[in-house]
């Protein structure tokens, strides 16, 4: 049997990060004292809010390189995704109705890609390489004279490759097609800048950079030429310029600033470096304690804190089961997706079912040691032990 783990540990920090003690306390007054609706501009309380917004909308824009009028703030990353990607569109289809993405993107592109092909227009998904990078070559080879948008996230929330997104960018800016970019597992973890990835439209949230959940913001150029404009997906009151209707988020978005603020410090400070030792500790170690274990993904370009590995002969349900809770890490195959074919962005890196199926997910995050790596290594050692223990006596 596996030992008992004696300390929860949380590595699934791609899932959800834990709010920042800082940033909780920034917040707090917000939904209390501090109450006001920044649309009520005639009193005190609307005013104060509004100033909070305003200082949260310059943090966060300032930890992307844009302007603070740029940031629309939304309630999460699947608003944001939807309203670049049915927005720019939709907007654009009298330029053109073909729309070029990856195979690796998040579901929230992904879905409004296919709604668009329900109402008309054609989508181009470019396959990656195994190693899960997207090919700036092949990609605009797909280009066509009537493409209006190109939509490729900036680190896959899987296997964590870092996409070339300045390459891709310039390849659209040379174009005039717009360029959109998730950028939502790369915020925060490793430095993000709208100007050198010449993007146009950004997609960002909260919750995966140690800020609260139910918040997002999207980044849109200003000084694009022609202008970019979104169709709104939420009408309304006519908030964050008509773009997002509906009351502002006020403690989210002050959250959302402060968090914004210390990955800003954090970058700054070495932590993707310590993140990485961390992580290369936890692969050493596990190949170390294991045979049969495969990386999946690039090495490098990668997410500081992601290690995706496939293990031989070991079912990951299995192997997270036995761990009773107390690791928290994830299946690389989300056996629920797409009929129980297991994880597309595995699929699309072209691995057999025996990879996929096996295949773990490690998040490390702000507040991992040393003493936690070596404790997942041992226990997940024990734990692929007894599954193939007992597939082995299941067989014979």
Known sequence: MAMTVRRLIYLDHHATTPVDPAVLSAMLPYFSDRFGNPSSRQHVFGREAERAVTEGRTLVAALVGAQAEEIVFTSGATESDNLAVRGAARSLAGRGRHVVTSTIEHPAVLEPCRSLEREGFEVTRVEVEPTGLVDPERLAAALRADTVLVSVMAANNEVGTIQPVGEIGSICRERGIVFHCDA????????????????????????????????????????????????????????????????????????????????????????????RALRDRLLAGLRARIDGVVLNGAAEPRLPGNLHVSIARAEAETLILSLGGGIAISSGAACAEAGGKGSHVLRALGLPDERVYTALRFGLGRYNDAEEIDIVVEELAAAVKEARARAGAASS
């Open 184 to 275: 939502v597992q790369a915020l925060g973890r490793v430095p993000v800048d709208v100007e050198a990835g010449r993007v146009d439209l950004m997609s960002l949230s909260a919750h995966k950079m140690y800020g609260p959940k139910g918040v997002g913001a999207l980044y849109v150029r200003r000084d694009r030429k022609p202008r970019l404009r979104l169709e709104p997906q939420a009408q309304g009151g006519g908030q964050e310029k008509g773009l997002r209707s509906g009351t502002l988020n006020v403690p989210g978005i002050v959250g959302f600033g402060e968090a914004a603020r210390l990955a800003g410090d954090a970058l700054a400070s070495g932590e993707p470096q310590r993140l």
